[in-house]
C-alpha cells in the first residue's frame, strides 16, 4: 500500500457501520454533559476496531479517547456529538415538525462530526498496520462544544501534551480548509441578591435584584459602542426572582457571553463587563458575585498544515452529491431567505449563484473575511498544539446555523459529506506520518505564531466543568 491515495478506499471500505453510528447519535441528541449515550457507542465502536480506549477523560464522563499503532508521531482527530435544546426535528422533511415537542436536536451537525473523525481515525489505524509504520492515531471524542468548552477542560487536564498534531472538522455548506478565524470567548452568571419587601406597603425597604439585572443589561449595551467591532456581547436572564409584581424580588440571575477577537482582548471585555455588573450592584444597593462557566480561546492557524489538506481536499475532489442529493436540498432551500443563502456563500468569499443546492466548488485557503464567525474550543487546542481544521459539505447551501432545517438534514445526503470528510483527514494524517518533515514545518509555524504571545486557558483553575449526571432513559 504505503500511498495516501489507498486511504481513501479504507474509508470507503468502513463508512457504512460509521453512518449507522451518525444516524445512532442523531436519534439520540444529548447537550452539554449529557452525551452518555453517544459517547459509550463511540466507545464501543473503538473497542470494535481495536483501538485502546481511555474513558472519563479529564475527569469528564463523557469525554472519551482511542490510540493505535505504536511509536513514532502522535496524531489528534478531533470529534464531537453533543446536540443543541429545543431543536427536535424530523429527519428529511423540509418543514418544521418535531419528533419530541421541546426537545434537543442535532442543529449543529455533531452527529456527523464525531463519527466522520472516528471514520478517519479507524481508516488510519488499518492504514499503520498495513504498512508497518511508526505512529500513533487518536481519536478524542469530546463533549460540550456548544457552551461547555469541554476541549479547553482536556487542554488543561495534559490530555493533548504528547501530541504532535491535530485535525479536526465541521459540517457546512462548502468544502474547503476552515479559514483559522473564531472569536474567544467566556460565558459568565451574575448573580444578584437585594431584599424582598412589600412593592407597595414598604417598597422603601426592598432592593431589587432584577432592576440589577436589567441595569446591567443597559450598562453593557451602552459599552457596545466602545468595544472593538468584531467583538459580541449576548445575554439571557436565567432567573427573574420569581413572578409575583408586588413583590420585590430579592434574587435575579444573568448568564453573559463575551466574544472578542483574541484571548487578550477578550479577558480586557470581560473585566469591563464585570465593572458594570459592580456598577449595578452599587446602584440598587444589591450585592453581585459572578462565576465563569466555560471558554474558549480564539484559533490559532498554521499555514503548512492548511497548504497540506487544501492540497489533499483538491486531490480527493468533491463529494459525490447526485442529483436526488441536489434536488432534496432545492427543496430546504425553499424554506429560507435570498439573505440566508447570500450569507452562506459569503461567509467563504463565494459570489451568490443561483440555482445551486449543494456545494460544487472548492473554496479556497484564508477566503471569507472573518466577520461571521462564532467560537470553538477547538482554538484552546490550537493554542497548544498544532492544529488544522476543514470544513465538508452535509447541507443546502442558505442553511441557517443551529435551525431546524439542519436538523433535518442530519442524515442523507449528510453521509457523503462526512465520508468525504474522513477520506481529507485521513489523508493528511497518513501524509504526515509518512513525511516528518511536514510535522516539523508545522511546528515551526505554531512556535513562530505564539513568539511572546504566552498561553491563558480562559477557563481559570478553579472551574469545573458543569458535569451533568446520567439519567436514566
Not at 444529548?30 to 452518555?36: A, L
Given at each position: 500500500?504505503?500511498n495516501?491515495d489507498?486511504?481513501?478506499?479504507?474509508v470507503?471500505?468502513?463508512?457504512?457501520?460509521f453512518?449507522?453510528l451518525s444516524?445512532?447519535?442523531?436519534?439520540?441528541p444529548?447537550?452539554?454533559?449529557?452525551?452518555?449515550r453517544?459517547?459509550a457507542a463511540?466507545?464501543e465502536?473503538?473497542?470494535?476496531?481495536?483501538?485502546?480506549?481511555?474513558r472519563?477523560?479529564?475527569n469528564?464522563?463523557?469525554?472519551?479517547?482511542?490510540?493505535a499503532?505504536?511509536g513514532?508521531?502522535v496524531?489528534?482527530?478531533?470529534?464531537?456529538?453533543?446536540?443543541?435544546?429545543?431543536?427536535?426535528?424530523?429527519?428529511?422533511?423540509?418543514?418544521?415538525?418535531?419528533?419530541?415537542?421541546?426537545?434537543?436536536?442535532?442543529?449543529?451537525?455533531?452527529?456527523?462530526l464525531?463519527?466522520?473523525?472516528?471514520?478517519a481515525?479507524?481508516?488510519?489505524k488499518d492504514y499503520l498496520?498495513?504498512?508497518?509504520?511508526?505512529g500513533?492515531?487518536?481519536?478524542?471524542?469530546?463533549?460540550?462544544?456548544?457552551?461547555?468548552?469541554?476541549?479547553?477542560f482536556?487542554v488543561?487536564a495534559?490530555?493533548f501534551?504528547?501530541v504532535?498534531?491535530?485535525?479536526s472538522?465541521?459540517?457546512?455548506?462548502?468544502?474547503?480548509?476552515?479559514?483559522?478565524?473564531s472569536?474567544?470567548?467566556?460565558?459568565?452568571?451574575?448573580?444578584?441578591t437585594?431584599?424582598?419587601?412589600?412593592?407597595?406597603?414598604s417598597?422603601?425597604?426592598?432592593?431589587?435584584?432584577?432592576?440589577a439585572?436589567?441595569?446591567?443589561?443597559?450598562?453593557?449595551?451602552?459599552?457596545?459602542e466602545?468595544?472593538?467591532?468584531?467583538?459580541?456581547?449576548?445575554?439571557a436572564?436565567t432567573?427573574?426572582?420569581?413572578?409575583?409584581p408586588?413583590?420585590v424580588?430579592a434574587?435575579?440571575?444573568?448568564?453573559?457571553?463575551?466574544?472578542?477577537?483574541?484571548?487578550?482582548?477578550?479577558?480586557?471585555?470581560?473585566?469591563?463587563v464585570?465593572?458594570v455588573?459592580?456598577?449595578?450592584a452599587?446602584?440598587?444597593?444589591?450585592s453581585?458575585r459572578?462565576r465563569?462557566?466555560?471558554g474558549?480561546?480564539?484559533?490559532v492557524?498554521?499555514t503548512?498544515l492548511?497548504?497540506l489538506?487544501?492540497?489533499?481536499?483538491?486531490?480527493?475532489?468533491?463529494?459525490?452529491?447526485?442529483?436526488?442529493d441536489?434536488?432534496?436540498?432545492?427543496?430546504?432551500?425553499?424554506?429560507?431567505?435570498?439573505?440566508?443563502?447570500?450569507?452562506?456563500?459569503?461567509?467563504?468569499?463565494l459570489?451568490?449563484?443561483?440555482g445551486?443546492?449543494l456545494?460544487?466548488?472548492?473554496?479556497?485557503?484564508?477566503s471569507?473575511d472573518?466577520t461571521?464567525v462564532?467560537s470553538?474550543?477547538v482554538?484552546?487546542?490550537s493554542?497548544v498544539?498544532?492544529?488544522?481544521?476543514?470544513?465538508?459539505?452535509t447541507?443546502?447551501?442558505?442553511?441557517?446555523?443551529?435551525s431546524?432545517?439542519?436538523?433535518?438534514q442530519?442524515k442523507?445526503?449528510?453521509?457523503?459529506?462526512?465520508?468525504h470528510?474522513?477520506?481529507?483527514?485521513?489523508s493528511?494524517?497518513?501524509?504526515?506520518?509518512?513525511?516528518?518533515?511536514?510535522i516539523a514545518?508545522?511546528?515551526?509555524?505554531?512556535?513562530?505564531r505564539?513568539?511572546?504571545?504566552?498561553?491563558?486557558?480562559p477557563?481559570?483553575d478553579?472551574?469545573?466543568p458543569?458535569i451533568?449526571?446520567?439519567?436514566?432513559?
Open positions: 500500500m504505503k495516501s489507498d486511504i481513501s478506499d479504507l470507503d471500505d468502513k463508512a457504512p457501520r453512518a449507522e444516524d445512532y447519535v442523531w436519534d439520540v444529548e447537550t452539554n454533559y449529557e452525551e452518555y453517544s459517547s463511540h466507545a465502536l473503538l473497542e470494535a476496531e481495536g483501538f485502546r480506549v481511555t472519563n477523560v479529564a469528564i464522563p463523557t469525554a472519551v479517547m482511542g490510540e499503532g505504536e513514532g508521531p496524531i489528534a482527530i478531533l470529534g464531537e456529538y453533543d446536540a443543541l435544546p429545543g431543536l427536535s426535528q424530523v429527519a428529511g422533511l423540509a418543514e418544521q415538525k418535531a419528533v419530541t415537542e421541546g426537545g434537543n436536536g442535532h442543529g449543529c451537525g455533531h452527529n456527523l464525531g463519527s466522520g473523525s472516528l471514520l481515525a479507524a481508516a488510519v498496520k498495513a504498512n508497518n509504520l511508526q500513533r492515531v487518536r481519536y478524542y471524542g469530546c463533549p460540550a462544544e456548544e457552551g461547555g468548552s469541554s476541549k479547553g482536556m488543561r495534559g490530555v501534551d504528547d504532535d498534531i491535530a485535525i472538522w465541521h459540517p457546512a455548506a462548502f468544502v474547503g480548509v476552515n479559514n483559522p478565524i472569536l474567544a470567548c467566556n460565558e459568565l452568571n451574575f448573580h444578584f437585594g431584599r424582598a419587601s412589600h412593592a407597595a406597603a417598597p422603601h425597604l426592598g432592593r431589587s435584584a432584577l432592576d439585572v436589567e441595569l446591567m443589561n443597559v450598562g453593557v449595551n451602552y459599552l457596545r466602545h468595544m472593538p467591532s468584531t467583538a459580541r456581547i449576548h445575554y436572564i432567573d427573574t426572582g420569581g413572578h409575583a408586588n413583590v424580588q434574587k435575579a440571575s444573568v448568564r453573559y457571553l463575551i466574544r472578542s477577537r483574541t484571548l487578550p482582548e477578550l479577558l480586557e471585555l470581560v473585566a469591563r464585570k465593572d455588573a459592580a456598577g449595578a452599587l446602584m440598587t444597593g444589591t453581585v459572578s465563569i462557566v466555560s474558549d480561546a480564539n484559533l492557524g498554521n503548512p492548511e497548504t489538506m487544501h492540497s489533499h481536499i483538491e486531490r480527493v475532489g468533491l463529494p459525490a452529491f447526485d442529483e436526488a441536489k434536488a432534496t436540498a432545492a427543496k430546504f432551500q425553499e424554506t429560507f431567505s435570498q439573505a440566508d443563502i447570500a450569507t452562506s456563500f459569503g461567509r467563504f468569499g459570489k451568490v449563484r443561483k445551486v443546492s456545494c460544487d466548488v472548492i473554496f479556497p485557503p484564508d471569507g472573518g461571521l462564532g470553538t474550543d482554538g484552546t487546542v493554542w498544539v498544532p492544529t488544522v481544521q476543514m470544513r465538508g459539505a447541507y443546502a447551501i442558505g442553511t441557517p446555523g443551529h431546524w432545517q439542519l436538523v433535518a442530519g442523507l445526503p449528510a453521509h457523503k459529506g462526512m465520508t470528510a474522513a477520506k481529507v483527514m485521513a493528511t494524517a497518513v501524509d504526515l506520518i509518512l513525511k516528518p518533515e511536514l514545518e508545522a511546528k515551526a509555524d505554531f512556535t513562530a505564539l513568539e511572546g504571545t504566552p498561553f491563558i486557558n477557563i481559570p478553579d472551574v469545573q458543569d451533568r449526571e446520567k439519567r436514566d432513559v
